[in-house]
């Protein structure tokens, strides 16, 4: 879908962690735009898996769910040209809830045939009584004014929540995390990604580089091997890579160091999730 993407190219700058495996997202993420007297304070909800069996699905599919009657409108991110079962189920969930529903046709700058986007929007339209349908791209930025614009039109009156040059709630020690696990998502395959976890351990900075150590959560020694590598390539790349980027995000030298480590069963134990920074609704 897309979601994370989105929302990053709204804000404005990398908030949220962006891969092309499916539930990527594992926290609730504010991200906050502030044009002129308005304020929208987007809500990055965890995907929703209606397949997942182990308690850290079912926590982050509550998670998502929840946010249906807390916000003002629902903003429903699906892929241009695509409609799965999961899609289905989660418009369901969208209809018994009662929200206001926005539809996000996502990744039309991938669509071969642009002639096909209209027969697919009246599909859509049939499906549900949307409040608006606006087609975007959020990795092309196409179409996001906009989008905007609509959701501007759902805010109730009332002063700002955050201060004016604030993007998101979450702190630099969690854009960290994202970042490290985005590496692992895009680099591991289908499965091992999924069973991992990452934790800042400390962080020291200095007048000229910020020292970071990070734990990244495995379930099995299986797992940790194929994490690490075949001497140590995997994790040294992971390591390079996310360094990189955190340079960027922080605007200054990194040195990060990653350990891996194993907590068997850490997806099935409520501890653990809170543990790695996940809100349990408990």
Do not use: C
């Not at 962690?17 to 504010?30: F, N, S, V, Y």
């Not at 709630?169 to 499965?191: C, N, P, Y």
Request: no cysteine; aromatic share 4%; glycine share 8%.
């Amino acid at each position: 879908m897309g979601k994370s993407t989105l929302l990053n190219a709204l804000v404005g700058e990398k908030i949220a962690a962006t891969t092309r495996k499916p539930q990527t997202t594992r926290h609730r993420i504010l991200g906050i735009v502030t044009r002129g007297p308005d304020q929208l304070v987007l809500v990055d909800t965890p995907g929703i898996d209606t397949r997942s069996e182990k308690l850290l699905g079912r926590v982050l599919n509550q998670a998502a769910q929840a946010v249906f009657s807390d916000t003002d409108a629902v903003l429903f991110v699906v892929e241009a040209e695509r409609w799965e079962t999961g899609d289905a189920q989660i418009l369901d969930m969208l209809k018994a809830s009662g929200a206001r529903v926005i539809l996000a046709i996502n990744k039309v700058d991938k669509l071969v045939r642009k002639e096909a986007l209209l027969p697919f929007i009246e599909r859509l339209r049939g499906m549900y009584e949307f409040a608006e349908i606006v087609p975007v791209s959020g990795l092309k930025e196409v179409n996001l004014e906009p989008l905007l614009e609509v959701l501007q039109g759902f805010l109730p009156e009332g002063v700002h929540l955050f201060p004016d040059d604030e993007l998101t709630d979450r702190s630099q020690r969690f854009r960290v995390t994202e970042v490290i696990r985005e590496e692992l998502l895009e680099r591991l395959g289908q499965e091992v990604p999924y069973a991992t976890a990452v934790e800042v351990e400390s962080w020291r900075d200095t007048p000229t580089v910020s020292h970071i150590d990070a734990v990244i959560w495995v379930e099995r020694d299986s797992q940790k091997a194929i994490v690490v590598g075949k001497g140590g390539r995997m994790i040294k790349a992971v390591g390079t890579s996310a360094r990189h980027t955190l340079e960027q995000m922080l605007e200054r030298k990194v040195m990060l160091r990653l350990w891996v480590k194993v907590r068997e069963g850490w997806q099935g134990d409520v501890d653990s999730i809170r543990r790695m920074g996940i809100d349990t609704g408990k």
